[in-house]
């Protein structure tokens, strides 16, 4: 190389290393960035995990059961046997028994307030699976209430005056005592994903507004993929370009900025008022999220099919295939990875859509599983607002543990995105 | 010019793209079963008008053509030809090799599949050995033909665009520079592929390398500006140029 001296002089040094420092700091600028956003993130995740523990576990006291049978019914069967009796007088005298000298109608309600609603319950069924034998001492675990289980989770603070703590120093006296016992023990709570919403937050689960959620989310499948492919194949290969066109290509790159609440609004209007649909219902709701998710989809769509390289329209063209076949077997396979890829975010941005579901009345206590797309349902991010308004110190935890359940849905639906672009580009 | 077998008759063809005239009053004869090269600087319109006699420009919008182009005396922009009928019959190679993203086999049965010009599977299989024979490509491929036709080299792939196009059975075939993507080694199969396919298909042939249309082809028209400037014996065009633009373009003084 001969060295005409231009890079020799002083001046081009200097601007070299100018060049250099500006590269560095951009490069620590990016670093920075993404560290800040980790940060976040880790940040969320983690307070999210940590408030969220509580309601991972629940806990159960060990009682001494007898249920008293007459000898002349022993044979019987036990679930005609277990229809009339009093399940929750069983369950108390079992706890009575421990506290034997409380005897004020304000004292035994009390005592029976350290139980869940569905002590009782869990009662009933360990005699009708049979582990309780007429007559005889079992030990049954039942569910203790919400306060008493965050006071032996340490959540509410025994050490507080008794005037600033939920539970006053009679009852927080038992459970020392039951502790004392070794008969407070700590389960799985599994009613988290088992329930239906419930009022006792120990009964509360999201097993309904799961299930809501994948209905909804078939409806919103079912309507806005295929109208919301066609719609992007027709106005991306076959319409003419024209004012018409243009305008309708304006609009839906419109519409994806429209506010969610506005697409709730139309879906009442539309398919509960002039339709008569069944309000509060997955369909309602899958129509309404399936509106909002269209422009998505059909953005997307588009994007994959402009990205198409033309040579294979060409080549398909020149061998004398139609404009159909042209799309049906060369470019429509193509676009497939990029329109499932965008169709899955669509969802997955549907799925964590709450203002729109509002207007068509899901956000509803509904303490049943949805079993049609016409059964009043609730969704997954409604119950999760649902559970944040509730008084109940327990269901701060659930509120946490139901939004881990919703990311974890949106993080499976994004996983099988990814799956499925790669799956099909390596096919193609 | 005339000649005694005409393949394809053009008669004042025009091409406007929107406001821009790209072609302007070409009127020329394509002689049947020879090699027809047309050059010209980039931007004469010399693929525009290849593209006129398959009617690929019917895609491109606000694209206009006005005029006759008669292929076998059936005029090619009548209303009730469909251009499917029409691609059938003239093929088409272009200039980047573009198969399908499938196997190799599939690329070649491509068209016999959607004209259904086979009944059967044994059928189908001796056109893909046929057109691939006919290509070239037949000793190189035939333990492979499942394998994605994106391994192949560019060479290769080009001559596999050229068994797919003639796998139809086609009377034309329309070459869009179909070299220039290729070193001379796989440019110097193709030529020696185009001269014998002559036997068989009425051959037209862009080409921005004067030296290949000289090797090649029968006839040269050269175009310029979007006007045939002249068309002649490719001999003729070489050494006697009549016009002066002509001659200034093939000693490399414009271009």
Redesign the interface.
């Known amino acids: 190389m001969t060295d005409r001296g231009v890079t020799k002089s002083e001046a081009f040094q200097a601007r070299l290393r100018q060049r250099q420092k500006q590269e560095a700091r951009f490069k620590a600028y990016g670093i920075a960035a993404i560290v800040t956003a980790l940060g976040f993130l880790c940040v969320l995740l983690g307070s999210m995990i940590y408030s969220a523990l509580p309601a991972l576990t629940h806990h159960h006291l060990v009682l001494d059961v007898v249920v008293e049978v007459p000898a002349d019914k022993v044979s019987q069967d036990r679930f005609e046997l277990a229809d009339g009796m009093d399940w929750r007088g069983i369950t108390f005298a079992a706890l009575h028994q421990r506290f034997p000298d409380v005897t004020s109608r304000r004292d035994r309600r009390a005592l029976m307030g350290l139980l869940s609603m569905s002590a009782s319950d869990a009662v009933e069924e360990a005699f009708l699976n049979g582990s309780i034998a007429p007559n005889e001492v079992a030990q049954v675990e039942v569910p203790v209430s919400d306060d008493f289980d965050l006071l032996v989770k340490g959540v509410i603070d025994r050490s507080l005056p008794e005037t600033d703590r939920i539970v006053s120093d009679r009852v927080l006296t038992w459970i020392e005592l039951l502790e004392a016992d070794g008969r407070v023990v700590s389960r799985w709570a599994w009613a988290l994903l088992t329930n239906g919403d419930s009022r006792e937050p120990e009964m509360a689960g999201v097993r309904g507004a799961f299930i809501g959620t994948l209905w909804t989310m078939l409806v919103t499948l079912l309507v806005s993929l295929p109208i919301g492919v066609m719609a992007a194949v027709y106005l991306q290969e076959i319409a003419p370009r024209n004012r018409f066109t243009d305008f309708v290509e304006i609009n839906i790159n419109n519409l994806a900025a429209v506010p969610s609440i506005v697409f709730g609004l139309l879906g009442l209007a539309v398919f509960i008022n002039v339709f008569h649909m069944p309000r509060s219902s997955p369909l309602v709701g899958g129509l309404v999220l399936a509106l909002m998710t269209l422009p998505t989809i059909i953005i997307a769509t588009r994007a994959s099919l402009a990205a198409v390289p033309p040579s294979i329209r060409e080549a398909a063209l020149g061998i004398g295939a139609s404009r159909l076949q042209v799309i049906m077997h060369h470019v429509l396979p193509l676009a497939l990875p990029g329109i499932l890829t965008g169709t899955i975010i669509g969802l997955a941005q549907a799925a964590g859509e709450t203002a729109p579901l509002l207007m068509v009345g899901m956000m509803a206590f509904i303490v049943d599983t949805p079993t049609e797309v016409t059964a009043k349902a609730t969704v997954l991010p409604a119950q999760i607002y649902m559970w944040a308004n509730n008084p109940e110190r327990a269901f701060v935890a659930r509120t946490s543990a139901a939004i881990l359940i919703l990311l974890m849905l949106l993080l499976t639906m994004n996983a099988l995105a990814i799956y499925l672009r790669k799956r099909f580009e390596k096919r193609w | 010019m005339s000649f005694p077998d005409v393949k394809i008759r053009t008669r004042n063809v025009n091409v406007h793209y929107g406001d821009n005239h790209a072609l302007q009053n070409v009127t020329l004869d394509v002689r049947s079963n020879a090699v027809t090269a047309f050059i010209g600087p980039s931007g004469c319109g010399k693929s525009t008008f290849l593209r006129c006699l398959?009617r690929?420009n019917d895609?491109i919008?606000g694209c206009r053509v006005d005029g006759e182009i008669l292929i076998d005396d059936r005029n090619i922009y009548d209303s009730n030809l469909d251009p499917?009928?029409?691609?059938?019959q003239v093929?088409?190679?272009?200039q980047?090799p573009?198969?399908?993203?499938k196997s190799i086999y599939d690329n070649v049965a491509?068209?016999p599949r959607?004209?259904g010009l086979t009944s059967s599977r044994a059928e189908l299989d001796e056109v893909v050995e046929m057109s691939l024979r006919r290509a070239g490509l037949w000793d190189e491929v035939k333990d492979r033909q499942t394998a994605v036709a994106s391994g192949l080299s560019g060479g290769q792939q080009q001559r596999l665009?050229i068994a797919?196009?003639i796998a139809?059975n086609p009377n034309v075939l329309l070459m869009d520079e179909p070299c220039s993507a290729l070193d001379p080694i796989a440019t110097a199969i193709i030529e020696e592929l185009i001269d014998e396919l002559r036997a068989s298909y009425t051959i037209i042939i862009v080409t921005h390398s004067m030296q290949q249309a000289a090797r090649i082809s029968q006839q040269t028209a050269y175009f310029h500006m979007g006007h045939l400037v002249e068309y002649d014996a490719t001999d003729t065009i070489f050494t006697r140029p009549k016009e002066k633009q002509t001659e200034a373009y093939i000693s490399g003084k414009i271009g």
Request: net charge positive; proline share 8%; charged share 15%.
């Open positions: 398959n690929m895609v919008a499917v009928e029409l691609r059938a093929g088409m190679v272009f980047k573009n198969p399908f993203p491509y068209g959607i004209h665009c797919r196009a139809v």
